[in-house]
């Protein structure tokens, strides 16, 4: 059971339930204050009352209809926030005040849910900074970061219109304003107190959804993430193997007592291939390697190798490997009885 | 600097040139300038238009009458006025000038 209350809006009378008149009455006198410094204010406030009940003349199937809290709210949406308006008034005025922004989610600029689009929108911070914030955060403390996470995206709207993505970014704001946020927000939290048994359980409904497409959203996000981490690990490992295998293979060419080393070959020609042929074996690999490494971390398919030369690399290296080993056989039995004497020495010792 | 922020001005700045376009050949009420802009994508918030209207009424460039109507509050007819139409041809003139002048720099710059 409701109470009905009769009002007359532009000489129409309209029947609205308690919760929608106070709400249009609140709204009415926001209104009022907003237009309190404009010159015609009644006649911007008669105009707009008008088209109120023009909107509720709409909705009015019957001559008893009472008009529902929901069609006040729907009219006040189509008509503008006190918030929306006040926007256009301060910009009309041509007035600087200082800017509050509204937190939002940002569809413009999201890995996941715009979240942290959004806390970077806030702040006025760069989204990447807070991105690796979150990333530590979610190294240091994984349920407890994603449990936020989806509070926060369960709870806080999409920024979806012009005037949500202006307030995300700083709005002008008064006093008025300040004080109706305020007062928004405790109504709503009142409001949200109230048992309703149909709004838990949708909400509730609503919340599972939305873990659901987090999850969703965030399997790819966790591939990429894993893709990076692994291109990283390649990246150093193929870098750290080209660079070591041609210092080593250096290194083991000016100390002759290694066995095998190659200045059992001599410095000459014969020693200068056996160098790079080993290089290539190692090298070759290796730099497949860092392509990939490369691709994983830019994410960028287009930098692969393309067929042509991998075919060259990979023949070049087939063909190393067959000339390297060709070569060591002939450089094993070339060597005299000496030579070999003292490597096997070595190798006993 | 913000982009939307920055729409919006611009957005706001055209909105009166635009309305006394709308009520150049014959007068309208409210809601039929209203559904016009929208329809061009010109205004958000219909709340937006009054202050406009009031504004623009104000400094004698529109007038408006009362006539019933069948469903609904009595209607605010609005039609421009000679010193409307004086404006609008200004107006209009700078319009064209503006256009015309970023258009070109908008394509040497692309």
Redesign the interface.
């Known amino acids: 059971m409701n109470k009905t209350i009769n009002i007359n809006?532009?000489?129409?009378n309209f029947s609205l339930d308690e919760k929608g008149y106070l709400k249009l009455k609140s709204y009415l006198k926001e209104?009022d204050n907003l237009?309190d410094s404009?010159?015609?204010k009644e006649?911007?406030i008669e105009?707009?009352e008008?088209?109120i009940?023009?909107l509720f003349?709409q909705f009015k199937k019957f001559d008893d209809y009472v008009i529902s809290e929901k069609e006040v709210e729907s009219v006040i949406q189509?008509?503008?926030?006190v918030e929306?308006?006040s926007?256009?008034?301060i910009?009309?005025k041509n007035s600087s005040s200082k800017s509050s922004r509204k937190f939002f989610r940002d569809p413009d600029d999201y890995w996941i849910g715009g979240i942290a689009g959004g806390i970077s929108k806030y702040y006025n911070l760069n989204s990447a900074w807070v991105r690796i914030i979150l990333l530590i955060l979610l190294i240091f403390g994984v349920p407890f970061t994603i449990l936020i996470y989806v509070l926060f995206w369960v709870f806080t709207p999409e920024a979806k219109?012009?005037?949500d993505?202006?307030k995300m970014?700083?709005e002008s704001v008064n006093i008025n304003s300040i004080k109706n946020k305020i007062k928004e927000g405790y109504e709503e939290f009142s409001s949200s107190v109230e048992y309703d048994e149909n709004k838990i359980i949708n909400s509730i409904s609503v919340f599972f959804k939305s873990i659901i497409k987090a999850f969703i959203k965030i399997i790819p996000f966790i591939l990429k993430a894993v893709a990076y981490f692994v291109g990283i690990l390649l990246f150093i490992i193929s870098l750290f193997g080209i660079i070591g295998s041609i210092f080593g293979f250096l290194l083991t060419a000016f100390f002759t007592d290694i066995p095998f080393s190659l200045t059992m070959f001599g410095v000459g020609l014969e020693g200068i291939l056996i160098f790079c042929f080993c290089v290539f074996t190692l090298g070759i690999p290796l730099f497949f390697l860092f392509n990939l490494s490369l691709i994983l971390i830019s994410r960028n398919p287009k930098i692969m190798l393309n067929t042509f030369s991998t075919f060259i690399l990979l023949g070049f290296w087939v063909f190393s490997i067959i000339l390297l080993i060709f070569m060591i056989t002939l450089g094993v039995l070339d060597m005299d009885l000496m030579n070999y004497n003292s490597v096997f020495k070595l190798l006993i010792k | 600097m913000n982009i939307d922020n920055t729409k919006a001005q611009m957005r706001k700045g055209i909105l009166e040139l635009c309305i006394l376009l709308i009520l150049k050949k014959d007068s309208k009420y409210s809601f039929e300038i209203l559904k016009t802009l929208k329809d061009h994508h010109m205004l958000i918030v219909e709340g937006t238009l009054y202050p406009l209207l009031t504004r623009l009424k104000n400094s004698e460039l529109l007038e408006y009458r009362w006539e019933e109507s069948k469903n609904g509050p009595p209607r605010k007819y609005y039609n421009i006025t000679k010193k409307g139409k004086e404006f609008l041809s200004e107006l209009s003139i700078s319009w064209n000038e503006l256009s015309n002048s970023v258009n070109e720099l908008v394509k040497k710059e692309i």
């Open positions: 809006l532009a000489q129409i209104l237009f404009t010159s015609g006649d911007i105009d707009i008008s088209r009940a023009e003349s189509t008509m503008g926030s929306d308006l926007d256009d008034e910009l009309n219109t012009t005037l993505k202006i970014k700083g």
